[in-house]
């Protein structure tokens, strides 16, 4: 079982930037051979008010990233030192990147799981 963490997200100005951080715990991500509960990729997607979830940026154990094309420039995923967690730094944000992130994982045995949460409200 997979539990994910998410923290950092906030109140900022447009224009500014934040840095999300998912920690997983119960398994491990990583692309050697190991369990079927072992993860195979990590990212963030976001939900705001009335709006269906939407991808933003995932990657994998390897370290190949995707992003969505409304974000592809602005945001940044990557590893942090701790290869559990996954960072999701944004830059250059606006009104219309105010939503609900969620962390979300995807295991060697397809199974997916998902965080709690961060709100990011960008606003002036």
């Known amino acids: 079982q997979v539990q994910l963490v998410e923290s950092g997200g906030g109140l900022v100005l447009p224009g500014g930037q934040l840095r999300l951080s998912c920690a997983a715990s119960g398994s491990s991500f990583s692309c050697n051979a190991g369990s079927t509960f072992t993860i195979l990729s990590m990212g963030w997607y976001r939900q705001a008010p009335g709006k269906e979830r939407e991808l933003v940026a995932t990657i994998t154990c390897y370290s190949r990233t995707n992003y969505a094309d409304s974000i592809q420039g602005r945001f940044t995923i990557s590893r942090d030192s701790a290869e559990n967690t996954v960072l999701l730094q944004m830059n250059s944000l606006t009104p219309e990147d105010t939503a609900v992130y969620y962390c979300?994982?995807?295991?060697?045995?397809?199974?997916?799981?998902w965080g709690r949460g961060t709100q990011v409200t960008v606003s002036s």
């Open positions: 979300n994982a995807l295991t060697r045995n397809r199974n997916e799981f």
